[in-house]
């Protein structure tokens, strides 16, 4: 695809974009920006921009787009603070493998490093949470940077790209000709797939005796849910998942047996230090997920599906690493499987299923006491959405206890910040991820602490329209920290104590339906009313304040230290 | 055997790319480390670029950075080595009194033995350049400061490695 006319750097911006297939963006506009916004403008019918509060809370909603759609999300603001405020998000979408382009204006080159109003070195500032970034001071370079940009961040292990373009290579006008990139020399995104590993891994998942799956977000990113099942069911092995991959198969999948970690489940997790082979597939081996790692799976051999070289042997030493797409390798290595069934096994999961059913989850689902739980809010919202709603979470008890409880029966439901853990995140997210699929229920999750740490975006849903239902899980504490505090800082509650506002009178402000409730015999039916309704809505939903998130491996502890309460 | 440090020369070939220096020294910093020397320049092939960066560190812990450093989109290759795998000089250049060449016959015998080279001489000062390892250039310090030095700079290690780099053949198989 190619046209010449001269054109201006900025025009040649948007049209890059179309090009790169980009309908929605997020940003927020200033100084250094403004000639791409003024092009935003002239092609907004090609191009809807999505003005948000704050250019933080445009780059989780260019997150929630990409995890929902497995599209590139975009996030545009001007130089200094706007290129400031997307550092979290960036770093965000770093840890968590989010397909996004970030594009930020910059002040004219001839003003670089003179300190000039709003200049910052967002390139040098973002170095560290990009998978790439680049400074473009000539117009020219901005469709093949740009083109850059957008294969950079799909591909491979996906993740953010910045460019920083000057104000004058935006003024700029040169003859503009967009072809994509379809390769770099110095980049090679997919690791070629050895035959011999392949066959390694089938050897011992042929002979295992007590296998164990732990999958994470590689599976989804790779497209591969599909292929991970016909595993899961041709080997019979049970299945354990990381908070970024569960949803790449129905949580009522008869080999799922939960979520490994801190707030994992019980069976997975202590398992993982009896099972003779834990196959890891796109997955990384996180603290979170690992607990002590001089006592993580020492007795197993280990396989690691994995796209990423730089995480094979990073925390877990893999026996047989097999490096490639997960899609391809799961689907090359099926042929050299056997059918098996591991029922013995899966029934050792069951009975500690059953141990932390009695001891946990029936307190948290089925509650018999006053105050309301988070987990019969997820439990409420599963019954109205039957598990195909997306659930977006923030950060916290709540995320905690709705990636434990919510039922998924599609991939990329699960939308939360798993590796950076970023309060703010759900809000924006869930704009985002409501706007990449309109015809889905997106339900955002979050505290009353995380809640505030964004709130200003509840104006971006009422000025754009986003039908995004959003429940917040209110214990009038940061409670994630005041449940440290309790368990390893003698309770003394250090600043985790809030004192909050009137929320549905907030909601209202922006004139969001809302409706708040303290009581369990209010919560069905406002969750119904939440679901029904074809607007956005707001539920506030007083909880518990000084409940814990059970079970919980202590830092340091091994998975099979994880205790009950 | 993995767990004790050691030195490791790493050589990275990159594209020439502004802010890759940046890029490379952040993974060092995050974790920690400190770069004893880094060296950058042309390389054999035109166009792509090499560092060479000495670092004390573990086996484990040098694996890990090759592997963050490799996956920089830039970069072509890294690879690290042990000093009995590279050939490896550095240089440097001392400034000193010339009375001490004229009054003190014994710093004559110290420039002949340790094949340092005289750059340029005046009244006030001459300079001496060495090239060499690590090792000797310390040895030339300590001898030559007794005396009193000046001014003294010391280079990063350049380094070629023993075993073929294969650069080109990476390079070769992005365009098939």
């Known amino acids: ?104 204006g910059q002040v004219a080159s001839h003003l670089l490093g003179s300190d000039a109003f709003q200049e910052t070195d967002i390139v040098g500032i973002s170095t560290p949470v990009t998978k790439w970034n680049h400074q473009v001071t000539k117009a020219a370079d901005i469709p093949k940077v740009l083109a850059k940009a957008f294969y950079i961040a799909k591909s491979g292990r996906p993740g953010p790209v910045l460019i920083d373009i000057t104000k004058d290579a935006q003024f700029e006008m040169f003859d503009f000709n967009y072809s994509k990139v379809t390769g770099i020399r110095s980049y090679k995104p997919v690791p070629k797939l050895e035959t011999t590993s392949l066959n390694l891994a089938a050897d011992l998942i042929n002979k295992a005796v007590k296998p164990m799956i732990v999958w994470g977000q590689g599976v989804i990113l790779s497209k591969a849910e599909k292929e ?35 707030h994992g489940n019980y069976a997975p997790n202590m398992l993982t230090n009896e099972c003779d082979l834990l196959v890891a597939i796109g997955m990384r081996f996180d603290d979170r997920v690992t607990g002590n790692l001089d006592k993580y799976a020492k007795q197993a051999q280990v396989i690691h599906f994995e796209i990423d070289p730089a995480e094979i042997n990073k925390n877990v030493k893999a026996d047989v690493p097999v490096l490639g797409d997960a899609k391809e390798s799961l689907t090359k290595i099926l042929p050299l499987l056997k059918s098996r069934k591991h029922d013995k096994w899966l029934n050792d999961f069951k009975k500690l299923y059953k141990i932390e059913y009695e001891s946990v989850i029936k307190d948290d689902l089925f509650p018999t006491k006053e105050g309301l739980t988070m987990g019969e809010v997820i439990k409420e919202i599963n019954n109205y959405t039957k598990g195909n709603a997306a659930v977006v979470s923030d950060v916290g008890q709540h995320q905690m206890i709705a990636c434990r409880y919510a039922e998924f029966n599609k991939s990329r439901s699960n939308i939360t910040s798993g590796g950076l853990g970023t309060m703010g995140f759900a809000l924006p997210a869930a704009i985002g991820a409501k706007m990449a699929c309109p015809e889905r229920e997106v339900v955002a999750v979050i505290g009353d602490g995380g809640y505030q740490m964004t709130i ?12 995004v239902k959003i429940v917040v899980l209110n214990n009038s504490f940061l409670g994630m920290v005041r449940q440290w505090q309790q368990l390893f800082f003698e309770k003394r509650y250090a600043s985790t104590e809030l004192i909050n506002p009137d929320f549905t009178a907030i909601a209202k402000a922006y004139y969001i339906k809302s409706k708040k409730v303290s009581k369990r015999e209010e919560l069905a039916s406002a969750v119904e009313d939440m679901i029904k309704s074809k607007e956005s809505f707001f539920l506030e939903v007083v909880v518990e304040k000084e409940a814990n998130v059970f079970p919980m491996i202590p830092s340091g502890a091994a998975v099979s230290e994880i205790r009950l309460k | ?63 890990k950075i090759i592997g963050q450093i490799d996956k920089q989109i830039e970069v072509i290759k890294a690879y690290y080595h042990n000093e009995d795998d590279t050939v490896y000089q550095e240089s440097c250049l001392f400034k000193i009194k010339s009375s001490l060449l004229f009054d003190d016959r014994q710093i004559q015998n110290i420039i002949k033995d340790s094949n340092a080279r005289i750059v340029t001489v005046n009244k006030e000062f001459f300079v001496l350049e060495k090239s060499g390892r690590r090792k000797e250039i310390d040895s030339l310090y300590d001898k030559l400061n007794e005396y009193g030095i000046l001014q003294f700079v010391r280079s990063g290690a350049v380094s070629i490695t023993k075993q073929p780099m294969n650069i080109s053949e990476i390079l070769s198989e992005f365009k098939n």
């Not at chain 1, 069911?233 to 299945?239: C, L």
């Not at chain 1, 975006?457 to 329209?465: M, N, V």
């Open chain 2, 1 to 63: 055997m993995e767990k004790e440090i050691k030195t490791f020369t790493v050589s990275i070939y990159t594209e020439n790319n502004i802010g890759l220096l940046n890029r490379i020294s952040a993974i060092f910093q995050r974790r920690h480390i400190n770069i004893e020397s880094l060296n950058s320049s042309v390389s054999e092939i035109k166009g792509v670029y090499r560092f060479t960066i000495i670092v004390n560190v573990t086996e484990i812990q040098i694996k």
């Open chain 1, 456 to 467: 200003q975006e509840l104006g971006t849903i009422f000025q754009s329209k986003v039908p």
């Open chain 1, 228 to 262: 991970f099942q016909a595993f899961v069911e041709k080997t019979g092995i049970p299945a354990a998942w990381t908070i970024m991959g569960v949803s790449a198969i129905p949580t009522s999948h008869p080999l799922n047996v939960g979520m490994v970690g801190m």
């Open chain 1, 1 to 104: 695809m190619s046209s010449l006319k001269k054109i201006s750097g900025s025009e040649a911006v948007v049209k890059c974009l179309i090009a790169e297939g980009v309908e929605i963006i997020y940003g927020y506009p200033g100084g250094a920006i403004m000639p791409v916004y003024d092009e935003l403008h002239k092609y907004e019918d090609k191009i809807h921009h999505v003005l948000t509060r704050h250019e933080q809370g445009a780059t989780h909603s260019a997150q929630g787009f990409a995890r929902i759609s497995g599209k590139v999300g975009v996030a545009i603001a001007t130089s200094g603070p706007g290129a400031t405020n997307l550092v979290t998000g960036l770093a965000d979408a770093q840890i968590d493998s989010t397909p996004m382009v970030c594009i930020t």
